[in-house]
């Protein structure tokens, strides 16, 4: 996937869920129960086990529930994968929050320093044996704690390429997330921060889809480390490897 103009990560739309608008709070927590019922199964069978009769019966509401706040079941496809892009625009928010201030902390007030190059090779090393350690507790905790996310990353992506409703909201996720690697890079002082944050990002995904086949209990995260650790080696020669 080449960047474009696109994939600055800037300018996102808000999302905007397609369904029946809830009046009230009540009607508004039961429409929430049908798509996050939605979304347990597309994490476990598919998008193509999304069917009225089925959401209804594990969201344990009536029939005529479903068929009220979504008209027909595109529009419930459309609806769930706009949850999953709310809850997968909160994780990477929460991780950053979690990245960024510990980082600025070790950088302290020397960015300018870190910029040029001048920061001494200790302070280098500390840097990035922090950003490795970081990074691999991410991979950790997505193919762990946040597996169904990622399995329903993987039906949101095909979706996407055949769902031109589902594509605006897989370019919402890709801009959000790529123009927060890309601000990284940036601040790492890579002179190309939008082609090294098209490869870190490539990276990442195939590292998750290795670990969803494996099993995080049968993933090397100490191989992880040493792929990010000679990622960054080759992106990042000139500051991290004087």
């Known amino acids: ?37 939605a979304l347990r199964i597309v994490i476990r069978e598919g998008v193509r086990g999304i069917r ?7 969201a344990d509401v ?7 706040y979504f008209k027909d ?7 769930t994968f706009t949850l999953y892009t709310e809850k997968a625009l909160n994780v990477v928010n929460r991780f950053t929050e979690r990245f960024y201030q510990p980082l600025q902390q070790l950088v302290g007030g020397n960015l300018a320093e870190l910029q040029a190059g001048n920061l001494s090779d200790e302070a280098l ?19 762990g704690e946040e597996r169904d996310m990622l ?12 769902n031109e ?28 921060p939008r082609e090294d944050a098209e490869l870190l990002l490539g990276l990442f995904h195939s590292v998750e889809y290795s670990a969803l086949l494996l099993g995080a209990e049968n993933t090397d995260f100490d191989h992880v480390s040493t792929t990010l650790k000679r990622q960054f080696s080759l992106l990042l020669p000139a500051l991290l490897y004087k």
């Open 1 to 37: 996937m080449t960047p474009d103009g696109a994939e600055s990560g800037a300018g996102d739309k808000s999302l905007i869920y397609q369904g029946r608008k809830a009046s009230r709070a009540k009607s508004e927590h039961r429409r929430r129960l049908i798509l996050e019922a």
């Open 151 to 162: 399995i329903a990353e993987q039906a949101f992506r095909y979706e996407a390429i055949v």
């Open 165 to 192: 409703r589902i594509r605006e909201l897989a370019l919402m996720h890709r801009r959000a997330l790529f123009g927060k690697i890309e601000e990284f890079m940036q601040m790492m002082s890579s002179a190309t």
């Open 62 to 68: 009536p029939l005529a529930a479903t068929t009220y």
């Open 125 to 143: 090393n500390t840097m990035l044996d922090y950003l490795v350690a970081q990074l691999t507790l991410y991979v950790r905790e997505q193919v």
């Open 73 to 79: 079941i595109q529009e419930l496809i459309v609806d």
């Open 52 to 58: 009225h009769r089925a959401v209804a019966k594990e």
